[in-house]
């Protein structure tokens, strides 16, 4: 089983019925028993679907889709995820100022496969906002996520569970992760990085 090391470039893809549904470059921070954290970074070439925001759904329904080369820009990210935990914890800033936006509690598969390039997971649609001062949080996409379970994207049961693992994560994070999270705020990459370069190797099931 590969394992990286601080500043290996990976590639962290959404997969949707066995299909590459987006494929993002990233730069490893950590990669431990109990903790995988990558960087995101602003000008990253990476994979996503031809279609706009209002589509995805639908698209993702139809199990039809084409892929194009978009650039991630606008914010820097942290992803950390928990393996075996079915989320991520995202810390957000604004680029080019890295003034902090807060948290988003990502509700996704655990990391459920390591390729040789990187790691796979399937993102759940809501989402968790957290505020600056993790006193406060808000559900994000919530709309959408009806309409995902309205279009047999997920089950009534899975809705609720989605839902439940969200505000579990929350809780945690606003409480006994609080610390870590002040901590991720500070976090920043080392000058010396430079932008993982989108490969072939995404395409690869």
């Given amino acids: ?62 199990g039809e889709w084409n892929l194009m080369v978009y650039e991630w820009i606008g914010q820097h990210h942290v992803w950390a995820s928990i393996p075996g935990e079915a989320y991520s914890i995202w810390t957000i800033w604004s680029d080019p100022d890295w003034s902090h936006l807060g948290w988003k509690i990502n509700p996704e598969t655990p990391i459920k496969r390591r390729t040789n390039f990187g790691f796979d997971t399937t993102d759940h649609v809501l989402d968790v906002v957290l505020d600056i001062d993790l ?41 006994n992760r609080r610390e870590q999270l002040q901590q991720w705020a500070a976090w920043r990459p080392p000058t010396r990085w430079e932008l993982p370069v989108l490969t072939d190797r995404w395409k690869i099931i």
């Avoid at 590969?2 to 494929?23: C, K, M």
């Avoid at 995988?36 to 995805?56: L, N, W």
């Fill in 135 to 175: 006193n406060s949080w808000q559900w994000k996409d919530e709309d959408e996520f009806a309409e995902a379970i309205a279009l047999a994207l997920f089950t009534s049961i899975d809705g609720e569970h989605i839902r439940q693992t969200a505000l579990r994560a929350t809780t945690e994070a606003m409480t």
């Fill in 1 to 62: 089983m590969t394992h990286w090391s601080f500043g290996d470039h990976v590639i962290f893809r959404q997969i949707w019925r066995e299909r590459v549904w987006a494929a993002i470059p990233a730069t490893i921070i950590e990669d431990r028993l109990d903790m995988i954290s990558v960087y995101v970074a602003p000008g990253t070439k990476f994979i996503g679907p031809a279609c706009t925001r209002q589509e995805y759904l639908h698209v993702q329904a139809s």
